[in-house]
């Protein structure tokens, strides 16, 4: 079982390898997010029961959780992808972190739109200063930190080296973000899943939030890998194997 | 469902448009992050073909 | 491990290590403007600045809501079990706000603990349920349920 394990490691840690590899994977995330995300989303927000407080505005839910916990995820997955640049130089990790940053981004400011969206009826503002949107705001400023960064060195050994410090350090925003809600008086309501406790919310509503971040998560890993395929085809393009790739597509 | 009619539905009980515009507004955002890789990942095979094509035809003794 | 790998696994870490200690002496150093808004046991125990722009959180004590004669103005108690206070207001409320709900209010306390809400926002919790529930669950004689957020 280790051996397969660490074989399975050095294999993903080979450009070639890890893109074949990943071709198996791309029909099944396909097929399963996009599966999971039609059924998650057409159940929340044609079949699940309205709030008492909130009414229909709480159907915001389902893509401002699953957003918003991808946002964190993605940026901690950044983090260790940048660990692994730094102390073992691999090639994969550098190409994986930048990967991850624009769809990162993406989910990082779907939380904070649909946050907006959904404060407005419920708050009754859009926007408010308070530690946790803020937090959120500057994990999307780091995000975006990444991409420009990650662009605008030229050499690609300093380029990846330059966003993983930058991906480690502004790691530190994350706990800051999801405990927010506990160590300061918010705005915000505390978070509706916890690991440790069963939800405070009707069975009838958090089945539909389930379906939809487990589908939101397997779309994200496709993106991700759809955009790290790319990066190795980029890398390697004067490689052998991606020429005769490249020559077999048409 | 919960609504009795698609006017209830657009509607929803005078939350409609915020919840709408955050569903539309992540659904072209997601397309979006979906289409893009696949159409990079169409143009960059074509240009790595064409830079193949142009190699072998300066050189041709090699490969 | 590699020597050389573990002692740049080491820098790494301490260098986090040490970026987490800098902010958070940082936030605890800013601890009160990291909170949105005063308790009102704050504006009770008189914590809370005097002639200024603050905020306060806290539930709306039930039947405590009264709409005065002209225009819009309405005043409540607002409580969080350890002091209450009352706010004014000259304006429309959220259509969450409702007695025992939890509520933020932007406005100034004066010198004679008057205060003046220039705006009111409503606070919800994390509890989602349907309509149905929550009424099963008051007549099965859980006045509270969890009704409001608690600040």
């Known amino acids: 079982m280790w051996a397969y394990l660490e074989r399975l490691w050095h294999r993903l840690g080979s450009p070639r390898h890890f893109y074949d590899l990943a071709g198996w994977w791309l029909p099944w995330l396909a097929v399963s997010s996009l599966l999971l995300l039609g059924v998650g989303i057409t159940w929340g927000l044609l079949f699940a029961p309205p709030d008492y407080q909130q009414g229909h505005s709480f159907r915001i839910i389902y893509i401002h959780v699953p957003a918003a916990s991808l946002a964190l995820t993605g940026y901690f997955a950044m983090a260790v992808a940048g660990v692994v640049v730094l102390v073992w130089r691999m090639k994969m990790a550098e190409v994986v972190l930048q990967s991850i940053a624009v769809p990162g981004a993406v989910m990082c400011a779907l939380a904070l739109f649909t946050g907006a969206l959904w404060g407005k009826p419920t708050w009754g503002t859009y926007w408010f200063w308070d530690a946790r949107i803020t937090s959120m705001l500057i994990l999307l400023f780091l995000y975006l930190g990444v991409m420009a960064l990650g662009s605008a060195i030229a050499s690609p050994v300093l380029a990846a080296r330059a966003t993983a410090v930058l991906a480690i350090v502004g790691a530190v925003n994350i706990p800051i973000i999801k405990y927010s809600v506990e160590w300061w008086n918010t705005l915000h309501q505390p978070a509706t899943f916890k690991l440790t406790e069963k939800p405070a919310m009707a069975p009838e509503m958090y089945w539909p939030l389930l379906v939809c971040a487990l589908g939101f998560y397997l779309f994200f890993a496709f993106v991700v890998v759809l955009r790290v395929r790319n990066a190795v085809l980029e890398r390697e393009a004067g490689a052998r194997w991606v020429r005769e790739l490249a020559g077999e597509g048409r | ?63 | 491990m590699h020597p050389v790998r573990r002692t740049r696994l080491l820098l790494v870490l301490g260098a986090l290590a040490l970026v987490g200690v800098a902010v958070g002496l940082t936030t605890w150093a800013l601890r009160e403007n990291m909170n949105a808004f005063y308790s009102p046991a704050d504006v009770v125990d008189g914590k809370a600045p005097v002639d200024r722009r603050i905020r306060v959180g806290g539930l709306v004590v039930a039947g405590s809501v009264q709409r005065g004669g002209e225009g819009l103005h309405v005043s409540f108690d607002l409580t969080d079990g350890k002091g209450t206070f009352t706010v004014n207001y000259d304006g429309i409320l959220p259509d969450l706000f409702r007695e025992g709900q939890g509520i933020l209010a932007t406005g100034t306390l004066a010198a004679d603990g008057r205060f003046t809400a220039e705006e009111v926002l409503a606070k919800h919790d994390e509890n989602y349920m349907p309509p149905e529930i929550k009424e099963a669950m008051e007549k099965g004689g859980h006045p509270g349920a969890k009704a409001g957020a608690t600040p």
């Open chain 2, 1 to 63: 469902m919960v609504f009795a009619n698609l006017d209830e539905l657009l509607h929803m009980g005078g939350h409609g448009p915020y919840v709408w515009v955050s569903y539309g507004v992540s659904v072209v955002a997601l397309a979006w992050l979906l289409v893009a890789p696949l159409l990079r990942r169409r143009a960059l095979l074509r240009d790595i073909a064409r830079r193949a094509r142009r190699d072998a035809n300066r050189n041709p003794q090699e490969d």
